[in-house]
């Protein structure tokens, strides 16, 4: 950054503009774990850039593909037109996809991604002469993204209330699981709290069954702070949609590709949604794609009427990109060939240890972990919610350690190639920065 550049045309999503003007944070370059600032600080990545890097920055494979295929061929359409690397990465990505979610429909980020699963489960109703299935049944604090489906399915209030009269009509909430009095200083999945599922059962006695078109959920909520879903409580969604007919989609923007220890949070849970949405670490972060992954059965239901018409009016202008699709298939060969699910699940117990040692550092009141991520949640300070945390972020930064707050809560979701003294600087630099702040 030059001492003259202009910040001001820029608008930043998600961010304090004026604040980060008057004191902006400007990353030059990234390797492996590490980001280097234009001042030319390291800082050690302790949340994949935004839950999406898993391999780690600048994997040279993935350089490579992106550079490869920019030269060869750099854009086509999507519609009525494909090139091979999108194909090839529907079937390896349908392959590593669990149960009979044989087929991907591809957007550009997770928000298209979920309002692409929402579409596919209302239509996939009506094709089926079940039409009157409208609703569309979310959770608190869920985060799906800022679309206007994502945030009417979504329950994070800042992203609504500006638009509480234009979210889409017919939709309700599931009650969020974070119970502190209940479930603080879990490791892995709370005992307490499958009966918060059950609250599907009065949602669907309200409104009856045949309203209901699906239930989204992500199998743990990252933005929300890493909420773990209590022990059978995935299951018992399962079930009561599996009575109801209504389709289960489990939003894996977050939790696919190693993020709990396994290809998807599906499998972790052992839990068989209709649709997967994904996004994130689909091409590590390096070029924007997300996808929706589908059942077979809903598939087939599209594919009737003429061979020639469309049978989905969907899709975007960037659906599969070539450098895209290139650096997804990149991202699934260095999954692949470095066990990097494997090794997160071998690093998981490590990584939970030393999170929880900062069990008892000043002003937290709850660690919790699943896979490679976790959280650490801290009192707020009176009249001030989210001041501490983001104190905390700052001095963490200045130490050398990029972590994300959420409220006042501290997320990890390092890469899955961290090691343990990497492990250990993150936990050390967190403790020592809520012993400097009050
Ligand atoms: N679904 C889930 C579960 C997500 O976590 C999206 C959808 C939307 O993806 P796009 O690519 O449209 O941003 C997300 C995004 C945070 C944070 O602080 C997390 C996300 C986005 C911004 C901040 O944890 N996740």
New binding site residues.
Partial sequence: MSATQNLEPYWMP?TGNRYFKSHPMMMAAAEGMYYTTTAGQKILDGISG??CCNVGHCHPKIVTAIQTQAASLDYVTAFQMGHPGVFELAEKLTEMAPGNLDYAFFAN??????DTALKIALAYHRIRGEGQRTRLIGREKG????GFG?ISVGGMSPNRKMYANTLLPGVDHLPHTHNLSENAYSRGQPEWGAHLADELENIIALHDASTIAAVIV?PVA??AGVLVPPRDYLQRLRKICDQHGILLIF?E??TAFGRTGASFGAETFGVQPDLI?V??GLTNGAV?M?AVLVDTDIYAAFMTGPEQAVEFFHGYTYSGHPLAAAAALASIDIYREEGLFERASEMAPVFENAVHSLKGAPNVVDIRNIGMMAAIELEPRAEAPALRALDAFRRCFDAGVLV?T?GDTI?LTPPLIIDEPQIDQIVTTIGQALRSID
């Fill in positions: 998600f935004l839950w980020s997770g928000s298209e991604a979920v985060y799906h993204g800022v994502g992500e990252g933005s939003d923007v977050i949405t996004a994130k924007p997300g994300r959420t997320a």
